[in-house]
């Protein structure tokens, strides 16, 4: 399957800063990547969909202004989680797609620890 | 919205045993597909279905479309301990639509 690179696979900031994680499509163009949220032994919660070029689509209860999201080019969406607190420490994951395909190929996650 | 609801939510099998475990819907789906997370890791395409009805197997595992297309299931045979893990059903309600999850089946085997 298509390849997604997710960096970092972790990290541990402060209360109050912004983290930044990359999602990589490294042998595709991937026109749309979705960013979800996963908390211990739940599922995945999608938080977004952007389209290459175009602003995210948050779903509802998604803040927009706390995780924004760039997908500026065909191979890379950022996340980033401004002003982060605990509360925001989970596990992110993005996956990718190609227009001409229907599934969607998931990165490798990143653990986010806020202190 | 759309629901979907997996079972069972965890298994407890020996090594050898099959494994059985299904999703239904409360609307119809165009695409279920089934992925399977480790620890600390993203979730891995295992089959993808898109047809009603449709069967298909990727080694051990098969995977069938059900004809209503509210349901599917995923059957894993002769389980190993690498199986270990959660599995988890997705459903898609049109061709470019959002992916719909499953809250996940936690298996664990014993050797």
């Known amino acids: 399957g298509a390849v997604v690179s997710q960096h970092p696979s972790w990290v541990i900031c402060k209360s109050g800063t912004s983290v930044k994680i990359e999602c990589r499509s490294l042998d595709f163009q991937a026109t749309t990547m979705f960013w979800y949220r996963q908390f211990p032994k739940q599922s995945l919660m999608l938080m977004a969909t952007?389209?290459?070029?175009?602003?995210?689509?948050?779903e509802q209860g998604v803040e927009k202004d706390k995780f924004l999201i760039n997908h500026a080019s065909l191979t890379l969406s950022t996340l980033t989680v401004t002003s982060a607190h605990p509360e925001d420490s989970s596990f992110y994951i993005c996956s990718a797609r190609h227009r001409l395909n229907t599934e969607a190929f998931f990165g490798q996650g990143t653990r986010l620890t806020v202190v | 919205g759309q629901q979907l609801n997996q079972s069972p939510q965890s298994m407890f099998i020996q090594e050898g045993e099959d494994v059985s475990m299904n999703c239904t819907s409360s609307?119809?789906?165009?695409?279920w597909l089934w992925y399977k997370q480790d620890p600390g890791e993203g979730p891995v395409l295992l089959i993808a279905l898109y047809k009603a009805g449709e069967l298909t197997s990727n080694g051990r595992l098969t995977a069938q479309f059900g004809i209503t297309r509210k349901d599917s299931f995923l059957n894993i045979s002769a389980s190993i301990p690498s199986d270990v893990g959660i599995y988890f059903c997705?459903?898609?309600?049109?061709?470019?639509?959002?992916?719909?999850f499953g809250k996940g089946t936690k298996l664990s085997v014993k050797p």
């Open positions: 952007s389209n290459e070029g175009s602003k995210a689509t948050y």
């Open positions: 997705a459903g898609r309600g049109g061709s470019q639509g959002n992916l719909i």
């Open positions: 609307s119809i789906f165009n695409t």
